[in-house]
């Protein structure tokens, strides 16, 4: 938090009249209020609502209560909306501080709640064992076991305690520094095994456990982390571990591993002493999506997390009144760190759900907001169209999202139209546009490079797209709309925080890029990770980047494309996906974007522009898509129609049109399209087929039915 320096509280001595306390109050409140939404002072006109600046309910709590404090006064939860903006509220005030006798206040920064500061831990391990002596009652998690109603709690205490016997487990198995896959299902069981290799000394690798209906997708990627990580113990459940015959029957190189319940009986005392954990022990490896290489094992230390924890706590602005709601996956960064571990780094509820629910019934995530009056919440932007697409009305008229302070959204690229439709669907629930938080990070900053409101709603701004192609920010014409041709709509991406830099550098040259150039992202900071387990090169090459003549410091290079503008972040590509035509650089997700809106029986979220590097008429750009044939009997008009619509919004002819199967396009386990892998299946012709068209060759939908493959 930016430190914003204040005057002493008006003390109603003789000699002060209302006026002066009053103009004392309204400058305290202007600049509480910009180190609240992060805006400049003279930003702030008093006599517009705190809501205009996107102030919520749980910013407004906040407002009152550091008020409190200043001013020595009680005053009711309500004043913020009792008087609406600072002029109000400022006159309100000065007539109830006569006599008052106050303290001077030196910064908004040291006004804290009771309890204890996270930032003064260094490990945790430290902050866990900290909230379990101190806060031992407090509920940590509940978890829905059916997505709406059966719960299952933690708290502080017994979430210590359950950890301590994972702990005590591992160490009868495995030294400090061994790696344990966790192989569990959505739930508490995961929570209090990844702690308990935190206090074993065990390097954590959190992993998607083998699930029968999916063994072949599920065993490949377990296979490729337990092989690159050197994992000698699978921490899991009693269930779970009834699947070991089956998984070692189709990967028998798993048969090494030492398969460990953690729900079992408690084990026998283990004699020894617990292991030194520092800030710059690893504790443990988050595995890369996958969605342009094979996955990597990222090296997190506990000063990694820690440091990235006060990024996000600052760009999201929650306190100690707040409620987290997720339903993400637990192995998955956005799920772990963003959820699960930022909820124990602010002391504040945490309510879970599986994924699977959530995807089996999107209402259910809306829902666990409602009744648990969650202030923040968030997923990858096909969570937002999912919400849309799926809630009913009559399921919509059933919520209250009022208390919903920050829903962030990232993780893959933010559309605006998405923004947009969910506002406009939700309003009448009580969503507002300022609650959308878009951010943007990666595995290998731990979690979050860049986010926080610093306007009132999300900042969206229209540019030019044929420049955009060239490496170029020109903003397109004053009377450019979504809709003109030519425009391409970006959604910026916040700010880098306190201790972090973000450089936007050209790829090639290691130049940096002047203002309004397209670039690769790079950032440095303490939240930067320590690089990939057992891959030095790859480490040098990613963690270790030096900007041409700027000294030493080193920077991450995320491989993600963008530029700057005004201090926001906003986000044009990957490095690797994306397509060059004729010295233009094309961004796969835009064309992907414009494909899904061809026919509402095109899936979205679930489709993939590439470019293919087979020999013709294959070579080119090539449009794989997921189809709902219940929705269509005309496919052939579909690819005619995507075909069109590709040519005329981008300038550019697609080689191959290909309309998959449902569920069928490779994606990686947090949804992700992994491009690659279609471009592997496309050329390898092992795409589920149900239509297709390719240049100078073409194969109608009724071909592809008979079993026909062009030639």
């Keep these: 938090m930016t430190d914003v320096q204040l005057e002493a509280a008006p003390t109603g001595a003789r000699g002060e009249t209302a006026t002066v306390a009053e103009d004392r109050i309204r400058r305290w409140l202007v600049a509480a209020l910009t180190d609240l939404v992060g805006i400049p002072t003279t930003e702030v006109d008093v006599r517009k609502p705190f809501a205009y600046y996107g102030l919520g309910s749980t910013e407004a709590v906040t407002l009152i209560g550091d008020l409190e404090d200043w001013l020595h006064v009680e005053l009711p939860a309500t004043t913020a909306f009792d008087y609406p903006n600072i002029d109000a509220l400022a006159r309100h005030l000065a007539s109830r501080v006569g006599g008052a006798n106050a303290t001077p206040v030196p910064t908004l920064a040291n006004v804290r709640r009771s309890g204890i500061d996270p930032e003064r831990a260094t490990t945790l391990t430290a902050l866990l064992h900290a909230r379990a002596a101190e806060e031992g009652d407090h509920l940590a998690y509940l978890f829905l076991l059916d997505g709406e109603r059966e719960e299952t709690r933690l708290d502080y205490a017994e979430l210590d305690r359950r950890a301590r016997r994972v702990a005590a487990q591992l160490r009868q198995h495995a ?139 600052a760009a999201l602005r929650q306190t100690r009144d707040s409620a987290f709601a997720g339903w993400l996956p637990l192995y998955h960064d956005m799920g772990l760190i963003g959820n699960v571990l930022h909820s124990v780094y602010l002391g504040i509820p945490c309510y879970l759900m599986s994924p699977l629910h959530f995807l089996q019934r999107p209402f259910r995530w809306l829902q666990m907001v409602s009744r648990y009056r969650a202030t923040i919440s968030g997923a990858p932007n096909f969570a937002y169209d999912l919400c849309v697409r799926k809630v009913r009305p009559e399921e919509r008229a059933a919520l209250n999202l009022r208390s919903w302070d920050v829903a962030f959204n990232g993780a893959e690229p933010i559309r605006a139209e998405t923004l947009r439709r969910f506002t406009e669907y939700f309003a009448c629930c009580g969503f507002r546009p300022g609650t959308f938080s878009p951010c943007y990070g990666l595995a290998e900053a731990t979690l979050m490079v860049s986010g926080g409101r610093h306007s009132p709603i999300p900042v969206v701004r229209r540019f030019d797209a044929e420049a955009l192609a060239v490496g170029v920010a020109a903003p397109a014409g004053a009377d450019a709309t979504a809709a003109t041709p030519g425009v391409r709509e970006l959604v910026g991406c916040g700010r880098s925080q306190v201790g972090h830099q973000i450089a936007i550098v050209d790829p090639d040259t290691n130049a940096p890029c002047p203002p309004g150039r397209v670039g690769e992202i790079w950032a440095s900071g303490p939240s930067m990770a320590r690089g990939y387990w057992n891959r030095p090169e790859e480490t040098a090459r990613t963690f270790g980047a030096r900007i041409a003549g700027d000294g030493d410091r080193r920077f991450l290079r995320t491989g993600d494309l963008g530029f700057m503008a005004d201090g926001e972040l906003f986000i044009a590509g990957r490095v690797k996906d994306s397509i060059i035509v004729s010295g233009r650089k094309l961004h796969p997700h835009d064309i ?67 309309l998959v199967e449902p569920r069928t396009i490779p994606k990686t386990p947090s949804g992700k399209i992994q491009r690659h892998a279609c471009r592997n299946a496309f050329e390898r012709g092992e795409l589920a087929v149900v239509a297709e068209w390719r240049a100078r060759t073409r194969t109608r939908a009724a071909d592809v039915a008979a079993g026909g493959m062009p030639p």
């Design 175 to 313: 030294a400090p520094g061994d790696r344990a896959l966790l192989l569990y299902a959505p739930g508490l069981d995961f929570i209090a095994g990844f702690f308990g290799c935190l206090y074993a000394g065990v390097i954590a690798v959190p992993a998607y456990p083998p699930e029968p209906s999916r063994l072949r997708w599920s065993l490949a990627r377990l296979q490729a982390i337990a092989a690159d990580s050197g994992a000698t113990i699978a921490m899991t459940t009693a269930a779970i571990r009834e699947l070991r015959g089956m998984v070692i029957d189709q990967a028998p190189e798993l048969a090494a591993l030492s398969w460990v319940v953690s729900d079992g009986p408690a084990p026998a005392a283990v004699d020894g002493e617990a292991p030194r954990i520092e800030p710059e022990t690893v504790a443990f490896l988050q595995y890369t999506s996958g969605s342009t290489a094979t996955p990597k094992g990222v090296m997190l230390t506990h000063g990694n997390v820690l440091n990235n924890q006060r990024v996000i706590a």
């Design 592 to 658: 992907e974007a414009t494909v899904e809106r061809c026919d509402a029986a095109l899936r979205a979220g679930c489709g993939a522009a590439i470019s293919s590097d087979g020999t013709p008429p294959d070579a080119g750009i090539v449009i794989v898509q997921e189809v709902d044939r219940t929705r269509t009997a005309d496919l052939d008009g579909v690819i005619g129609r995507i075909r069109t619509d590709v040519a005329e919004e981008h300038q550019v002819q697609v080689n191959a049109v290909v």
